[in-house]
């Protein structure tokens, strides 16, 4: 124990990443392995997720987010599935008591997920375990559960989407080149349509001086374009105005630091759908062969260290520059 407590010591004189997250796998694997009980291996696993929180939290980590559950493992047997859900109804529910693990750190919980998935009685002691830390304000455990990325991404365009369609008030319009330009397609458009054997006059009236009004001259500065209030009188956000952050803002991890680390057990080298957004170009991306019951400070430590090392030494720096300008060579 002394000598865990000088190793996490000596970890926070240097650099921190301030979000780490983790795919807890191989469980099931070490349960085979072991000659146990599936639910046992997952047992084991939420064991070692404890020991790797306090690691992390007491180096001044301060965002971790576990893949807890997979939309995809819904296909896995009713009897595992079952299991895992009884599994974080007790374990958040342990995380979350007054003066163990998540309050001794400050740590508040937060659910990433899709929650019409879940069972009303898991979701009940889901938002109890939040309800319980809401009040922490020191660090945060980002539970995805059940979570993809696909559908985390899904989600923020849809809200992207809505949000800019959304008006921002009801002034009348500014100068637009891009509206008097579309309202003079709307109004030509309307001017060509197939006129009927009664209105032939008018209409062809009317479309010389639709004509002869939406003519622009080059020497003059442009006529404002009416049209009916229910739609010039409306302003809508500029759709060429949203940006990644943007969306990053609509993500379920919207307000968290950015994601410095990510680490995988089991010896199995994909992301399989897990935080494919926020794995950006400053992301560490770690894959270990050991799984995730044996996973601890051990195993942990040299990828810290490691992490360290990179920001010090400005290698971090070179390859995010030379990263850089080989996409600028191909954008030539």
Known sequence: MRLRELLI?????????????????????FARRSQIETVEGHNLGFEALARILEVCYKSG????????FSVENFKRSKYEVDALMDMAKVK??????HGDLLDRYGASIRILGQRELVKPDVLEAIDKAV???A?????????????TSRDEITSAIQDTVTSYCSPL???PRPFSESHITQTIQSQHASS?????????????????????STTLNGDSPPRQMTTPASTDDVIYPDPEAITPETIASHLYTAGNPPLDLLVRTSGVERLSDFMLWQCHENTDIVFLECLWPEFDLWNFLPVLVEWQWRRNSGAYIDE?????EAASALAR
């Open 9 to 29: 010591g000596a970890l926070r004189k240097g650099p921190i990443p301030q979000h780490v997250a983790f795919v807890m796998d191989g469980n099931r694997r």
């Open 61 to 68: 980590v301060k965002v971790v987010t576990i893949y807890a």
């Open 92 to 97: 958040l529910s342990q995380l979350s008591q």
């Open 131 to 133: 309800s319980m830390t």
């Open 135 to 147: 009040g922490n304000n020191r660090a945060i455990l980002n539970v995805c559960f059940p979570y």
């Open 169 to 171: 008030s009801s002034t």
């Open 192 to 212: 060509l349509r197939t006129p009927s054997p009664s209105s032939n006059a008018s209409d062809a009236e009317n479309l010389s001086s639709a004509s002869s």
């Open 320 to 324: 995010h520059t030379r990263d850089e």
